[in-house]
Structure formats: structure tokens, C-alpha cells
């Protein structure tokens, strides 16, 4: 995993893009602070020298609470005031996707805090529940139903019966019913039945992912406290696709068609013959 340099921006005299190994302003002298956010340049080069490798990977640096001063991983103690690393802040370390490393200062600032809500005031409560009780009485009133006075002109009835008569119907079917009476029969077809004929050789392409391997890329960069970050790597499996012919049956199948008996008979039912209607504009009304 490679290792680059990072940059800071001094906030005290506008000093821009000093490299992260520095722990002052090489323009004002200003120890830089522990709230500092580096940021990585585009154009950044990898470390390959030992005592920058080392460095870089010791830790995150940490602040004397007495004076301030930032000190690698490594000290036991401030190397400004001499005081004991004890109980003092490491700087804070962050990991990065490869969408939103830092590349700037102002990419490396932290998002703006939300401004808390507005309180709601009583009186807008008392306003709304107004205009409420409002509407609502305006909607009772829009569909409350009116009384409107009306004279029937006249009126009309009308009845209708259907008419049936018993008598005897030749029919056709599979069975004969309670009651029918067989005239003829005969076998007819009656359906097509599916059934196995035989099986063909047949031959298909099959293809299938086969892991072959392990790829490792660059998932990402970790700030690592002091200056420097570290790229991250992650591994996802890798395939490749392996076809071969395959050989199986396909089954053929043909339609038998199938009979039976049908039968011809006669049988008695009611059957409707008319539908007499009668109608008039009296008070009496009657069946046709």
C-alpha cells in the first residue's frame, strides 16, 4: 500500500499547501493546531525513502496540552515544553472512498452546521386552529342539503310474466339425464390426449463464471493524523467464463385423439313461449 504526503493550510496567516511533515508555519511559526484537516493533492508523489516511510506510519501525531505543540507518535514527551505525552489529543484520523478524498482545503473542511430550528409561536397555533373551525363550518354548510318543495305530476306501473311450456327437447350430449330418453348413439371425438413418441439427441453451448483468481485495487485513502495518508486496498474475486457443448433427450410428443359415446335422446322441460306485459297509470296494479 503506497503512502503519500498530504498538505495543510495555515489559519492564522493564509499560508497554503505546506507539506504535512511540517508540525508549524514555515511562514508565521504557528503550531499547527489539532483540528487541522489535510488534504491530498491530485498530483501527489508516493514516499519510498525509510525515514518518511517510518514517520508516516509510526501513528497520528499528538498535542501537548500545555503548549499546543504537535509531536510525532514516537515522543514520550513535548518536544517544545518538555511536558509528558499523557493524557493528551491525537489528531484525528479519517478513511476516504476514492469519491471524496480531499483534494483542496476547502474539499477537507468539515459540512456547516445546521442552524437549530425556529421556535413556533402560540399564536400561529391559535390562528391555524381559527382558520380551521373556519373551514370546516364553510364545508357543513356547502353540503348540507337544502329543502326544496316539488308536485308529482303523475305515475305508471308495469308488470311483466314469462310464459313456459312443458314439452319435449331432442338434445345432444356425453350423458343421458334423469329422464331422458335414448333416441341413437354414436362415437365421436371427444378429445386429443398428449403421449411420449420418442427422444431426440439434442446438443446445447453451457456456459459458466469460474473464479480464477483474487484482484486487489485501490478502494480509497486513509488519513493517517500526521501529515500522510496511506491508500487503501481493497480484494473482490475475479472470474472467467468456460463454455462447453452439452449433450441431452429432448422429448417428442404426439396428440392421440380420443372418442366416446355421444348420445341423442329426448327429454321434457320447461321452455319459455312468450312474455305478456301490461302497464297503466292507476293505483291497481295487476299481472297480465
Not at 8 to 36: E, Q, Y
Not at 47 to 61: L, P, R
Request: aromatic content about 10%; charged content about 20%; proline content about 8%.
Amino acid at each position: 500500500m503506497s503512502i503519500r504526503e498530504g498538505l495543510w493550510d495555515c489559519p492564522s496567516c493564509g499560508n497554503k499547501g505546506i507539506l504535512g511533515r511540517n508540525r508549524s508555519c514555515p511562514s508565521c511559526n504557528t503550531p499547527r493546531a489539532d483540528d487541522v484537516r489535510f488534504y491530498l493533492p491530485k498530483d501527489a508523489h508516493e514516499i519510498t525513502g525509510f525515514t518518511q516511510i517510518s514517520d508516516a506510519t509510526a501513528g497520528a501525531d499528538w498535542y501537548c496540552r500545555h503548549c499546543n505543540s504537535g509531536n510525532p507518535a514516537t515522543a514520550t514527551h513535548c518536544k517544545a515544553c518538555g511536558a509528558s505525552r499523557e493524557n493528551n489529543t491525537e489528531h484525528e484520523t479519517r478513511v476516504y472512498t476514492p469519491e471524496n478524498i480531499p483534494h483542496s482545503a476547502q474539499e477537507a473542511a468539515p459540512p456547516p452546521t445546521a442552524p437549530p430550528p425556529p421556535r413556533k409561536s402560540n399564536k400561529g397555533k391559535i390562528i391555524a386552529g381559527g382558520l380551521t373551525l373556519s373551514t370546516a363550518f364553510g364545508v357543513y354548510l356547502a353540503v348540507t342539503p337544502s329543502h326544496i318543495p316539488v308536485t308529482v305530476s303523475g305515475f305508471s306501473w308495469e308488470r311483466s310474466v314469462v310464459v313456459e311450456e312443458y314439452k319435449t327437447q331432442r338434445k345432444k350430449a356425453w350423458e343421458v339425464p334423469a329422464g331422458g330418453r335414448i333416441v341413437s348413439q354414436t362415437q365421436a371425438f371427444h378429445h386429443n390426449e398428449t403421449r411420449l413418441d420418442h427422444y431426440e439427441q439434442r446438443t446445447k453451448r453451457v456456459c459458466e463464471n469460474v473464479r480464477t483468481g483474487t484482484i486487489t485495487y485501490n478502494c480509497g485513502s486513509r488519513d493517517l493524523g500526521n501529515g500522510y495518508f496511506q491508500d487503501k486496498t481493497c480484494t473482490r474475486p475475479q472470474y472467467s467464463q468456460e463454455c462447453h457443448n452439452e449433450s441431452y433427450q429432448q422429448p417428442v410428443y404426439r396428440q392421440e385423439p380420443r372418442y366416446a359415446t355421444q348420445y341423442t335422446f329426448d327429454i321434457e322441460e320447461w321452455v319459455p313461449v312468450g312474455q305478456p306485459t301490461l302497464s297503466r297509470d292507476d293505483h291497481t296494479p295487476q299481472w297480465p
